[in-house]
Structures are given as C-alpha cells and as structure tokens.
C-alpha cells in the first residue's frame, strides 16, 4: 500500500522555541501533501496544501510566517512551527495523494504528531 | 461550498450487531469518496475509497456505498467488534480541487 511517515510522534517544547515535523511519503512520489490541525474531539482542519518546489498555500486564518511549510522534494514536506505558543499546542497531522500508484489509493495519513508547548 | 454531515455523532452497540454510519455531502460533483477511521490520539486510517463512477466497495465485513445523485454514502460494518470502536470519518474530493472536505465523524463503541 501507499505509507506516510511522519515524526516525531510526540514532541514538548518550550514556549518561544521552534519545532519541526517531518513527512515523508515512503512507497511513491508525492507532488502534494496537506497538514491539518485536530482539536481535541474535533474532526481535521486543514492548514495547508504543500507542493513540491513551489510555495505552500495556506487556508485561511493560518499564519504562514507561523506554520512554515516546506516541500523541497517528492517525498518529503516537512511543517515547523515558529515561536511556539501554549495555544499552538495540537494534535497536527500530514497526508499525501497516492495518485502516482493508481486511482485506487485515495489519500494517505501519517500517524500525526502530538506537540506540547509549555 | 461543499458541506459534509456525518450522523449519529456517537453510536454505541452491543458487540454482534450490523451497523450503519451515514454521510451525506452538498455537493455532488465529486471525484471521490473515502471512508476512514480514526484511533484516539493517531493518524487516520484508509478504509475504503470509492470512485465517483462507483456505487460500493467491500472489504472484509466493511461495506461502503455512494449515491451520488442523492448526495450520500453509507458505511455497513457487520457482525461489529469491540476492536471496530474507533471514530469514523468520511472525506469527500470535490471535482478539479485537491483538498479533502471532511465530516465532523461518527464516534463508534462495540460494548463486549
């Protein structure tokens, strides 16, 4: 099947520091990944769509000075979060498109990371 | 602007029984449907994906229909586990876009 990786799982950070998360489509290329935000109880809110060489669009009400993205190759997008905040602390989650493998593969996740800022 | 329901929110039953989760969507120019599932605190898990030009998919005890006409889909689960208890989310892709349009899910508990 078609895999996406993301890390870390979990990760805690201090307030006014930055974090990265990785995501990498393992099995395919990916000329699109999308970063969603899930609240707690709450369905996926997507950030933003993440393409390959070009800049990433966001939705609206995102920060992009915040939420930098950056999809510098076909498998890997990778999402960092600047100046961190308490209130950014989230459950963030990553998918790509596995059109390259066929019509069949919808969409795929990664298995999310849990960031903490305290 | 394409607008997903998912009902009920919560569903609880006792292990054994068939079930449906509902999804209806506003829009019916789709490229496609799918079906995941979500356990607390992970990623989302691929279930089933139906074409726009399909009516259903099956696997394993996992049924999945598409009317797209009447702008709905339904996800049959038979002979229900406690395993099965996760969330359930549809996602639907809307013609020429890229983006997933997701339902609010269907919270599932399988009561042994």
């Known amino acids: 099947g078609a895999v996406v990786s993301q890390h870390p799982s979990r990760v805690i950070c201090k307030s006014g520091t930055s974090v990265k998360i990785e995501c990498r489509s393992l099995?395919?290329?990916?000329?699109?990944m999308f970063w969603y935000r899930q609240f707690p109880k709450q369905s996926l809110m997507l950030m933003a769509t993440?393409?390959?060489?070009?800049?990433?669009?966001?939705e609206q009400g995102v920060e992009k000075d915040k939420f930098l993205i950056n999809h510098a190759s076909l498998t890997l997008s990778t999402l960092t979060v600047t100046s961190a905040h308490p209130e950014d602390s989230s459950f963030y989650i990553c998918?790509?498109?596995?059109?390259?493998?066929?019509?069949?593969?919808?969409?795929?996740f990664g298995s999310g990371t849990r960031l903490t800022v305290v | 602007k394409q607008e997903v329901t998912q009902i009920p929110a919560a569903l609880s039953v006792p292990e054994g029984e068939n079930l449906v989760l509902n999804c209806s969507f506003t829009?019916?120019?789709?490229?496609?449907l799918q079906w995941f599932r979500q356990d607390p605190g992970k990623g989302l898990t691929s279930l089933l994906l139906?074409?726009?030009?399909?009516r259903e998919q099956t696997s394993g005890r996992l049924n999945a229909s598409l009317d797209k006409s009447s702008g709905r889909s339904t996800l049959y689960i038979a002979a229900s586990q406690p395993g099965d208890s996760a969330t359930y989310l549809c996602?639907?892709?809307?013609?020429?876009?890229?983006?997933?349009?997701f339902g609010q899910g269907t919270r599932l508990t399988i009561n042994p």
């Open positions: 996602a639907v892709i809307i013609q020429g876009a890229q983006k997933l349009v």
């Open positions: 139906i074409q726009s030009s399909q």
């Open positions: 829009d019916s120019a789709i490229y496609n």
């Open positions: 998918s790509a498109a596995a059109r390259s493998k066929g019509p069949n593969y919808g969409y795929t």
């Open positions: 993440s393409n390959e060489g070009s800049k990433a669009t966001y």
């Open positions: 099995d395919f290329q990916a000329t699109t």
